[in-house]
């Protein structure tokens, strides 16, 4: 089926729940990050997809922050021992930065492809018609 024949769908619906950005219905990722080499449903293949570090980017900047704050507060305002932290703050990082690393992924992996993003490519102008500089311009 040709990619025209598919309806554009919301990179949030499909990607936070890990499903094709294309068709919707199969499978983002083989296991909790690691993307999948094509759909199983529509043959898309993933190879265009690459987050990078931006769901990392993401939960360290919107959940590891107020984690980490509130380990600051605790210690400050109670002088907690170590268990304490380990018992409340660590829990809360976990809780925090693990569950939303893959959801983020997916919406960003269907963001690509929605929008069509690409790697940047330098462009190169035509030797033919890069010869001269325009009329009327000169040096410095």
């Known amino acids: 089926m040709n990619e025209q024949h598919w309806p554009r769908l919301s990179p949030l619906s499909t990607g936070v729940r890990g499903r094709c950005p294309r068709c919707g219905e199969g499978h983002l990722f083989n296991g909790f990050l690691t993307i999948a ?16 570090d931006g769901p990392a980017f993401f939960v360290m900047c919107f959940a590891c922050v107020p984690a980490v704050l509130f380990a600051i507060w605790l210690e400050v305002a109670f002088q ?10 660590l829990p809360l990082l976990l809780l925090t930065c693990i569950p939303p690393l893959r959801p983020l992924k997916g919406w960003l992996v269907a963001s690509q492809y929605y929008y069509k993003a690409e ?3 330098r462009v190169t102008a035509d030797p033919s018609t890069a010869s001269s500089a325009p009329e009327g311009r000169t040096g410095a």
């Open 119 to 121: 790697e940047g490519r």
């Open 80 to 89: 907690a021992p170590y268990w304490v932290h380990l018992v409340t703050t």
């Open 37 to 52: 080499p094509a759909c199983e449903v529509c043959g898309l293949d993933y190879s265009f997809a690459d987050p990078a």
